[in-house]
């Protein structure tokens, strides 16, 4: 009897380690550690799903024709391919260009400009912009509690069918926090898997040289807010950072993006503003005049030739994370209707 | 012409239950001074009290965990708040507005519900208050003023702490005087805040000059 109640308490354990593990949050071990507190918000199977098919539900806006995925897509690392500005309804354009959504739990904050403050309540900012989806929280609360299917999605995720902005908000975040990006080339490399050839090993030793301070490995961001001396756009009169801090010093200063899967996210900047990677290289090869608002590794004039700029794009490509780009796990669910 | 005055005065209760249930403390809002010069007339009136402390010389009563409440002026619903019996009470501390560390928690439920219109989406954080009217004074569009408080992070945290000490046994109530606020502020040059920053702190201020404890009469 003993025996077989010890021999229960340990299938017992098994199962719940398999469970455990299986909604654990997995990412490679050269990552840091993750910002989120994801002991607030438990990984489930069924949120993530909840979360992806509200990501891909128009139902978010304010006459059902604008979704997360419109300026999200999957196949451009979540970014707005071709679209310099992020659209709206009615066709609004919005100010600034959507960016790459992946690698979230170790975003400290969101938006070129950081003005969100917890991957949870992001959602809230597209969700209610007039330029974007235009809705109120309180209006995309009563259309889901209308659908019968939704109900269903809640039941799953939280054991009962009640529909609040808490759930919606966090489940969203269940399925932002699925998508992580760390199967490209460069990953590879780091874990001895293969090896550079000789150009991308030069672009990877120019991009130490030059970009590391702000673009930092594993992540290809420090999460800080800089100016890299982009003419100011008058038709934008973007002020970046300074809206938010009120400082004098942030004036123009914007959110350091990831490098990871930059081949597949153009336009490029936070006003989509450059096409191609060449324009960019070009952009950083012409700034470092003197001026006390930049980085002063950005004060010294980069001088790359052709073929060093060719290289450090050939670097720039082993970003790219074509098992993430194309996971049919990110992408439009069945339960899409 | 003389000055009109539009009177504004709504009486809303906590109750602090003792062994009989007789309320003990209770938030009134009044704006009944004449000092202003024109007439003003509210339509909002919304603030979250957080963090409510009740003492006595060796307990403290905190309301945790859920000790964050929104008083919506207009609902009388929203007001009423209880707390556990407490009779030799001799200080209440409370906050004006919601503190950083719920500010940065992320999306939460009940009364920090961001559907409850307390909450800037473009820029995360909670209103602390909201207090909407109009008056001819204003020179906005349909004389109408607009003030909503916020903001959590250095320097422009506008959060406001209060402690009074209370006499035991003796029921009192929190009296909000507006027309304090109206005098402290000038709704000529000033008629609209909707962001953090030094005019956030400039009416956080105001409000809180109205805050007072009044002990009841018998």
């Not at chain 1, 979540?78 to 009615?90: E, P, T």
């Not at chain 1, 759930?167 to 926090?177: A, V």
Request: glycine letters at 4%.
């Amino acid at each position: 009897m003993k025996n077989k109640l010890i021999l229960l308490s340990v299938l017992l354990l098994c199962i719940a380690f398999v469970s455990i593990n299986k909604n654990a949050f997995k990412y490679p071990k050269y990552f840091p550690k993750p910002v989120y507190a994801l002991e607030n918000n438990n990984r489930t199977e069924f949120k993530i799903e909840l979360g992806r098919v509200l990501f891909y539900d128009p139902i978010l806006s304010k006459d059902n024709s604008i979704s997360c995925a419109s300026c999200h897509n999957p196949y451009n690392a979540f970014a707005h391919v071709d679209h310099s500005l992020s659209h709206g309804i009615n066709d609004k354009i919005g100010k600034r260009n959507a960016p790459v959504l992946f690698n979230l739990a170790w975003q400290k904050s969101f938006m070129w400009d950081g003005a969100i403050n917890h991957l949870d309540v992001q959602a809230l900012a597209p969700i209610t912009h007039p330029d974007e989806m235009g809705e109120t929280i309180s209006n995309v609360l009563l259309k889901l509690n209308r659908s019968q299917s939704y109900k269903q999605l809640f039941y799953k995720a939280y054991g009962d069918s009640l529909i609040n902005s808490e759930r919606t908000l966090k489940s969203i975040s269940q399925f932002l926090l699925s998508l992580i990006s760390s199967n490209s080339r460069y990953d590879s490399m780091v874990l001895g898997k293969i090896k550079f050839n000789t150009k991308e090993q030069n672009g990877y030793r120019l991009f130490q040289l030059h970009c590391n301070t702000c673009h930092r490995e594993p992540l290809f961001t420090d999460f800080t807010f800089q100016s890299n001396r982009l003419s100011i756009d008058t038709s934008l009169n973007d002020l970046g950072r300074y809206s938010v801090s009120l400082l004098p010093r942030d004036s123009f200063k914007f959110k350091v993006p990831t490098l990871r899967n930059i081949e597949f996210s153009y336009p490029y900047m936070h006003d989509g503003r450059f096409k191609t990677l060449a324009q960019v290289m070009n952009h950083y090869n012409s700034i470092g005049l003197i001026n006390e608002n930049i980085l002063k590794e950005l004060r010294k004039v980069m001088k790359l030739s052709s073929n060093e700029k060719v290289d450090l794009i050939a670097f720039l490509k082993t970003l790219t994370d074509k098992k993430f780009l194309f996971d049919a796990k990110h992408t439009y669910s069945k339960n899409n209707k | 012409m003389s000055p009109s005055f539009r009177y504004f005065s709504l009486l809303f209760l906590f109750f602090i239950n003792n062994a009989f249930a007789t309320p003990l403390a209770k938030v009134k809002v009044v704006l009944n001074r004449p000092a202003l010069t024109d007439s003003i007339a509210i339509d909002v009136f919304k603030c979250y009290l957080s963090n409510i402390v009740i003492s006595d010389s060796n307990y403290k009563n905190d309301l945790s965990p859920s000790n964050y409440h929104l008083l919506d002026f207009s609902n009388s619903d929203t007001i009423f708040l209880f707390v556990s019996p407490f009779a030799n009470a001799n200080s209440i501390e409370f906050n004006l507005g919601i503190d950083s560390i719920i500010n940065s928690s992320g999306a939460l439920g009940g009364q920090l519900d961001p559907s409850n219109g307390m909450y800037w989406t473009w820029q995360s954080g909670y209103i602390n208050f909201k207090i909407e009217g109009s008056s001819p004074i204003c020179t906005s569009r349909n004389h109408e003023f607009q003030f909503h408080a916020g903001g959590y992070a250095y320097p422009y945290n506008a959060l406001k702490a209060f402690k009074f000490e209370l006499q035991p046994n003796k029921p009192f109530h929190i009296e909000i005087d507006l027309a304090l606020f109206f005098n402290m502020i000038s709704l000529k040059n000033l008629d609209h805040v909707m962001s953090p920053g030094p005019n956030a702190l400039k009416i956080s201020k105001a409000l809180a000059s109205c805050f007072k404890i009044v002990e009841d009469e018998k």
